[in-house]
């Protein structure tokens, strides 16, 4: 019989709905996984077992009083540390905001709490966010559970590598670039970006994000099981009104045909050739559940949406960025941001409303493109998994590092949402596939995420040092 750490969070929420245990229990179990592995992998950052047997007391109160505990009741998950939670340090990985403790609770933490949920500790991300790797001078490295050569991702690293090993059953996580879609891939777990305005998201404790970030930043949840990531975006997506992108769109939208397209080399990106296998894999695997999938040899600019994500991201207050991380030291996010100087200067207000303009130009020629082919199957990344630090070892890893992440990186500048799935491993790394689908159609993702999951084995728990 599985323990209760492994079990998944629906796995977990059905079990304390039923008394089959308590939340006490399921929070006991989760901080004693951590407490066997999380000194390996240095995943989560801040944990205080004290409040986190607290809400689980609460929950059992609760539920032995009749009253609903929410979709995630007891079920204990984690949050990274760029968003608020009161009383804990909005550090987001740097040293210049250990200081800056929330007075109140981001929109984020507040669904999760709402849903019922035990927030177990805050996980870790490489300083400001800015790198698919996990390492910074306030906490230090970040391990990948499956394989410790291997990065963790980033930026929600920590939120991958403590899924991935147990440590709860749901993590959340945010991705602007890739962050939370790339660190599943490495990790190999099940991660979603949501569309830009499903999730809400508010950092009361730091100044207002610029525009770029606010048009392309967001929160998401990863987990082992599609089925828990579809749970985790009821629980992220419940309304509050402090984000005025937050769009309050059904989660399931109207019936659609089941007709996906693969494309395998997005604007000619060269792939792996394990890539290129589990992206057939997983097309075959839409094929069997019933769906009609067509190759590709073109779809929407990606590499223009790419480039022009950079601006958005980093051009927006990009000499103050480069500031902020000159005075916190951290070489991984001065190679990120001096290695994207060409990009990010000389961007006047004109040529940030031509960048305005053609996104407008590229959301429609996206949606149309969505009204075809309701799916597309793109890689997530072109390689495998990339060895720690990679970035860091010269010009060429770096450029390398950021051509690898095209379909990443291009995503968000639409706004649109993607589903990183696990597809297993490939020698002793982890694979899997992206799918893309209109906004606010998460629904898609989901359908076909499990689809894929179903004609598979389950994701396991990793064992770190086990290999």
């Not at 047997?53 to 109160?61: G, I, T």
């Not at 490495?186 to 730091?206: D, E, Q, W």
């Amino acid at each position: 019989m599985a323990e209760i750490w492994q079990l998944s969070a629906s796995e977990v929420a059905d079990g304390i709905r039923r008394k089959a245990f308590s939340a006490v229990e399921a929070a006991q179990a989760a901080l004693d996984r951590m407490e066997a592995v999380n000194p390996v992998l240095n995943a989560v950052v801040d944990c205080r077992p004290d409040e986190v047997l607290a809400r689980a007391r609460d929950c059992d109160a609760r539920l032995a009083r009749g009253e609903p505990l929410g979709v995630l009741g007891g079920v204990p998950v984690t949050v990274k540390v760029n968003v608020d939670q009161a009383g804990f340090a909005t550090s987001n990985g740097v040293r210049l905001q250990q200081d800056v403790i929330a007075a109140h609770n981001s929109p984020v933490v507040d669904n999760l709490l709402r849903a019922g949920a035990v927030i177990l500790g805050r996980t870790n991300t490489p300083a400001f966010s800015l790198r698919w790797f996990t390492d910074n001078l306030l906490y230090g490295a970040t391990r990948n559970p499956r394989n410790p050569a291997l990065t963790p991702g980033g930026s929600s690293g920590g939120a991958a590598s403590a899924v991935a090993a147990g440590i709860g059953h749901l993590a959340h996580g945010t991705d602007i670039a890739g962050s939370i879609r790339y660190p599943a891939y490495a990790c190999g777990v099940h991660g979603l970006r949501p569309s830009l305005g499903r999730v809400a998201a508010y950092n009361a404790a730091l100044p207002e994000r610029g525009l770029g970030g606010q048009v392309t930043a967001v929160s998401g949840p990863l987990a082992r099981r599609i089925a828990d990531v579809r749970l985790g975006l009821q629980a992220l997506a419940a309304p509050d009104m402090r984000d005025p992108w937050y769009a309050p769109v059904p989660l399931d939208g109207p019936p659609w045909p089941r007709r996906a397209g693969l494309w395998l080399r997005p604007d000619g990106l060269r792939i792996a050739p394990e890539i290129e296998a589990v992206l057939r894999e997983a097309a075959d695997r839409l094929r069997d559940a019933g769906w009609r999938v067509d190759e590709l040899d073109a779809a929407p600019p990606m590499r223009e949406a790419a480039g022009l994500q950079l601006r958005m991201w980093l051009a927006d207050g990009y000499e103050a960025m480069v500031a902020a991380a000159e005075r916190e030291g951290d070489a991984g996010a001065l190679t990120a941001l001096k290695g994207q100087a060409e990009a990010c200067r000389g961007l006047d207000l004109p040529a940030y409303q031509a960048t305005l303009a053609r996104r407008a130009t590229l959301v429609r020629e996206w949606q149309l493109f969505f009204e075809r082919y309701p799916l597309l199957l793109t890689p997530v990344s072109a390689e495998l998994p990339f060895a720690d630090g990679l970035d860091m070892q010269g010009e060429a890893a770096y450029r390398r590092v950021w051509e690898a992440q095209l379909t990443q990186i291009g995503l968000p500048f639409m706004g649109l949402p993607g589903l990183a799935v696990a597809m297993g491993a490939a020698g002793d790394a982890p694979v899997g596939v992206q799918l893309l689908a209109a906004r606010y159609r998460e629904d898609i993702l989901l359908d076909a995420g499990q689809a894929i999951e179903a004609a598979g084995p389950p994701v396991g728990v990793a064992q770190p040092g086990a290999r």
